[in-house]
């Protein structure tokens, strides 16, 4: 009986042959956090332990609150450089650099055959890039800054095959949505996910990363794509080490096989407060709204920019919305800016924010207030995510965001192409 | 075993309501993180909740982000151990790594309502309602050891000190 990529990578790292149920102690390769580093010095300090046992594993990169908006946030910030300095780690990226997951990707970190372990839910989008990546607490990354160790269970893998072609207007948002709407938000809790078929082979590097990313909102441990030529050739001057691809063998076990064909997608609308209330725009369509977010770990790429940048070209967005453009890192953000990207979404009304998760997460800029709706790019719609409880957020795919930034009101987005 | 009162709420409850993101790095303090448990949820129980309730909720509980957080304000808020028909991955571990137990059991969650009492026996692995007596797997010896040392930075902590 074969082995899948989970099973494959954890048996490596354990120097094991192992199967789906087991519990292995395994190192990772690199170990992510970001503003929760502050909180997470604070635990490793308790463990009485000098110093980071790995440094070169640490990659920290600041974007929660970026620039700190408040004095509170500005300690934060302050603790991590000190701690950073004093235990000497290298991969330190600062304010300026973006969002994590895009930054620690374009860096070369995410890279085939890795494991890496974040203090973020959304670490799933390494496996973009064939990487075994997940999302761990605090308290284990204190532990593993100071002992290099940690046990994981390895998962079990549901196979998603996409099948079929995109339709013009619709992206691979639209696709990840569908799939959790059907499946639901926790179809694949404690789960591997690998996405393979006919139609990934031709999803770009941005395009699977918002489907590894969004693995995430189906409770899914790690996602998976297998490195194609295109993975490679991205890597290429970009690997911060070496790496060998790891992939499932054909006749590895699965628990289940899902077939999702995209050729007769509509555009895809989650509506509050889950990410599996899905529903296609048609019948979202209409619903007025206040703030649009295009940007985040999700859709906030030079891609997704680009695609708003085609449907707002030389319009104005309607007078009752604040539209927010975040670039998810500097890198986006000067392709962007190079290529006129930016000078059209300013003519049309959007206001650019620096790259960062922005109001993501309801920290800072951009906070909805009570009775207030947004349409977002963004990975998650819970309630009071962006600020207040009374709030409401629907998530959609940045051609659906921008073309009802016109409107005021959800749309459709494929009467603007 | 200790008897407890029950808070029960139903599927999904994603780490957003337990413990909001604008609080994430400005709220520190466990203590004050308590204060704000389940705020987007509902909101009265920060003040209402008693040492020793427990939370029994559906399927997915702590699903969404992967702050502790969302662990660390319900055991400093009193709650001595949450109930659900499931758990959330990287939730189930940060609960266990605060020392906080979670207990998996559908027809426990199925027999008792809001507001009514619930006895937890860890030795026995057992859940009694006013329904019935209900078993849950019992934890793995390493995760009873980070349980017992009240989470894993103490656990570890000893570990450390005994190399
Ligand atoms: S953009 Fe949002 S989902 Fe992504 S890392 Fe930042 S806060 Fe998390």
Not at chain 1, 144 to 152: G, K, N, Q, S
Not at chain 1, 195 to 220: D, H, I, P, Q, Y
Not at chain 1, 228 to 236: A, P, Q, V
Not at chain 2, 143 to 159: H, N, Q, R
């Amino acid at each position: 009986m074969g082995k899948t990529f989970s099973e494959k990578i954890l048996g490596l790292k354990a120097q094991k042959d192992v199967q789906a149920g087991e519990v292995v102690t395994v190192s990772p390769d690199y170990i992510l956090s970001h503003d929760n580093s502050a909180a997470i010095i604070k635990e490793f300090r308790k463990l009485g332990v000098k110093d980071v046992i790995s440094p070169q594993k640490l990659v920290i990169i600041l974007d929660h609150v970026v620039p700190a908006a408040s004095e509170k946030y500005a300690l934060n910030h302050k603790t991590i450089r000190e701690f950073v300095s004093s235990q000497k780690i290298q991969n330190f990226f600062d304010i300026p650099f973006g969002i994590c997951h895009q930054v620690f990707s374009e860096n070369g970190f995410a890279l085939p055959g890795k494991l890496i372990l974040g203090a973020d839910s959304h670490t799933t989008s390494y496996g973009a890039f064939g990487a075994f990546a997940a999302g761990i607490g605090r308290s284990e990354v204190a532990t593993l800054w100071a002992t290099d160790e940690i046990w994981l269970r390895v998962p079990e893998t549901i196979k998603i095959e996409i099948k079929g072609e995109l339709p013009s207007g619709v992206y691979v948002k639209d696709v990840i949505l569908k799939i959790i709407g059907e499946e639901g938000a926790d179809r694949a809790n404690y789960k591997a996910v690998e996405f393979t078929g006919e139609a990934v082979k031709k999803f770009s590097l941005a395009s699977r990363l918002v489907l590894a990313n969004m693995a995430a909102e189906m409770g899914a441990k790690n996602g998976y794509f297998e490195p194609d030529e295109e993975t490679l050739l991205w890597l290429k001057g970009r690997a911060k080490d070496e790496f060998k691809v790891i992939s499932s063998d054909p006749d590895a076990r699965y628990e289940a096989v899902l077939d999702h064909n995209i050729s007769s997608l509509e555009p895809q609308v989650a509506c509050p407060h889950t990410v599996d209330n899905v529903k296609p725009v048609s019948k979202a369509e209409g619903k007025e709204f206040h703030q649009a977010v295009i940007g985040t770990c999700t859709n906030g790429r030079f891609e997704d920019l680009e695609i708003a940048a085609r449907i707002l070209k030389g319009k104005k967005v309607h007078p009752k919305v604040r539209v927010l453009i975040i670039p998810a890192s500097r890198q986006e953000y000067l392709l962007a800016l190079k290529k006129g990207i930016l000078e059209i979404l300013v003519e049309a009304g959007c206001v650019i924010l620096n790259p960062g998760c922005g109001p993501c997460l309801g920290a800072h800029q951009g906070v909805l207030a009570p009775g207030e709706v947004a349409l977002s790019t963004a990975n998650r719609n819970f309630r009071g995510r962006m600020g207040s409880r009374d709030a409401q957020i629907y998530l959609a795919s940045p051609a659906t965001v921008a073309a009802s930034s016109l409107e005021g009101k959800i749309t459709d987005p494929r009467k603007f192409l | 075993m200790k008897r407890g009162r029950v808070w029960k709420y139903g599927d999904n409850v994603n780490t957003d309501v337990i413990f909001p993101g604008k609080y994430t790095y400005s709220i520190l303090e466990p203590e004050e993180m308590a204060h704000h448990a389940l705020e987007d949820l509902d909101p009265g129980f920060a003040q209402k909740v008693k040492p020793g309730d427990v939370i029994v909720a559906g399927r997915n509980f702590g699903c969404g982000s992967s702050r502790e957080q969302a662990a660390t304000c319900l055991k400093y808020a009193g709650v001595q151990a949450v109930v659900a028909k499931s758990f959330a991955r990287i939730f189930f571990r940060n609960a266990i790594n605060q020392g906080l137990p979670v207990l998996q059991s559908e027809e426990a969650v199925d027999s008792i309502e809001h507001g009514g009492e619930i006895e937890i026996d860890f030795d026995r692995g057992s859940i009694k309602t006013a329904r019935g007596d209900f078993s849950f797997p019992a934890f793995p010896e390493s995760v009873m050891g980070i349980l017992e040392a009240g989470g894993l930075i103490p656990y570890t902590k000893k570990k450390l000190e005994g190399k």
